[in-house]
Structure formats: structure tokens, C-alpha cells
């Protein structure tokens, strides 16, 4: 089983609707989730990270994590076709400063 | 929001060279990070450093070594470059403010090519 399990996609969404992302993590003493986007030949861009049980809401990104379930999510809302990229999913080691990061889910908004 | 940079962005060698990849940050972190990825595939760790003369070996298997002899600066090092090394290397920092959590930021990368 990997560290940090995401669908690799692609999902498609339409303009305008919402892109809903998971990902799930073995290391239970993980305490801060981070998401980032990365364009295709770029480097990773930080989006949002979140430490707490629950939603949290930056812009038109909403991320919910469920440290029970060991299942953290990312909403985009209002997709555009700039959201189009492979969005990782990345859990903090408990043990260090170290991140895992996940495969990736990529995102495809079509006009 | 951190800057970091890295030099050369592309870089096409040939077997056997020796070559070194630069990634400096202006931030002031403390931590610095190198991760190797092929295209479309993860990312993996492959060196970390948590402050100067302070360096570790990460998740992947590397042939490359490293050196933080300045916070600002950690540069990776090839002694004698194969194809198999052909791929993007990312050098990433971070550096924990009072009340804020360890946010890695990402250079722009490297992409090399060994002949």
C-alpha cells in the first residue's frame, strides 16, 4: 500500500462546476496536509495546507480533512480552464520535517 | 511567499560529466530539500538538509551528493552523470515562522538530459 494514495484521473469537469479531489494517507501520526498544483512542466505551487479536523476555505478552494478516516479532500469551486493541472496531494511526516507526496489527481475543466 | 532559485533550468550533457545543480533561497530557511521527478510521474526525495554542514539522504536511492555549507545555498552534485540521471530535480526550502506551519516552496527546477 502507498503512503499517500490519490486517483490518478483524469477528471473531467465541466466550466463552472465543482472539482471534488481526495486523497487518503497510511501515516496516522501525520498532522499538517498540504495541496499543491503543478502545470505540466512546471514546478509544484502551493495552494492551501490544513492541520485541523474539518473544512477549510481559502478563495475558491475548500479543503476537509478527516484524521479518523486518515482522508483529507480538495474542492475547487467554479472551475476554470486555468485549474487545469495535476493537483498532489502531500501529508507532513510525523517523524521530521518531511513531505509524501501523492501521484497526483489531474484535473481537466473543459470550456 | 519564498524565492528560491535554481540554475542551469536545462541542461543536455554527455556521459561521464561531472555537473552541479544550484538552488539558492533568499528567504533565510532553514530547511532545503532536493526531489526528483520523471515526467508525469511522483515526486521523491532525494536529499534534505535542516541547516549548514546538516545533510541526509531522502526516500529515493540517489547517486547525487549534496552540500549546505551557507543557509542560502544547496547545491547537488553528479560526480559522473548516466542517462538513468535524466530527469527534472526540484530544490525546494522552508522554514517555520512563530505561529505558522513548515510550508515547502518550490524553485522552478531542472531539467536535465544525459546523453
Known amino acids: 500500500q502507498k503512503e499517500v494514495e490519490q486517483n490518478s484521473g483524469p477528471l473531467s469537469v465541466p466550466e463552472g462546476a465543482i472539482a471534488s479531489l481526495n486523497c487518503t494517507y497510511s501515516?496516522?501520526?501525520?498532522?499538517?496536509f498540504f495541496w499543491y498544483r503543478q502545470y505540466s512542466g512546471k514546478s509544484p505551487e502551493l495552494i492551501m495546507f490544513?492541520?485541523?479536523?474539518g473544512d477549510k476555505e481559502d478563495g475558491r478552494f475548500t479543503a476537509q480533512l478527516n484524521k479518523a478516516s486518515q482522508y483529507v479532500s480538495l474542492l475547487i469551486r467554479d472551475s476554470q480552464p486555468s485549474d487545469s493541472a495535476t493537483y498532489l496531494c502531500?501529508?507532513?511526516?510525523?517523524?521530521?520535517?518531511?513531505?509524501?507526496f501523492g501521484g497526483g489527481t489531474r484535473v481537466l475543466v473543459k470550456p | 511567499e519564498a524565492d528560491i532559485y535554481q540554475t542551469p533550468r536545462y541542461l543536455v550533457i554527455g556521459t561521464g560529466k561531472k555537473i552541479t545543480l544550484e538552488c539558492s533561497q533568499t528567504?533565510?530557511?532553514?530547511?532545503m530539500y532536493w526531489y526528483q521527478q520523471d515526467p508525469g510521474m511522483e515526486l521523491h526525495l532525494i536529499h534534505y538538509?535542516?541547516?549548514?554542514?546538516?545533510?541526509e539522504k531522502g526516500d529515493l536511492s540517489s547517486e547525487s551528493t549534496v552540500s549546505r555549507i551557507r543557509t542560502e545555498h544547496f547545491p547537488l552534485t553528479l560526480e559522473s552523470a548516466r542517462p538513468s540521471h535524466t530527469s527534472q530535480y526540484l530544490c525546494a526550502s522552508s522554514g517555520l515562522r512563530r505561529g505558522s506551519t513548515d510550508t515547502q516552496y518550490f524553485g522552478p527546477g531542472t531539467r536535465l538530459t544525459v546523453l
Open positions: 490544513i492541520y485541523s479536523n
Open positions: 538538509s535542516y541547516g549548514v554542514n546538516s545533510t
Open positions: 502531500a501529508p507532513l511526516a510525523a517523524a521530521g520535517n518531511k513531505l509524501t
Open positions: 528567504m533565510g530557511h532553514d530547511k
Open positions: 501515516d496516522r501520526g501525520s498532522q499538517s
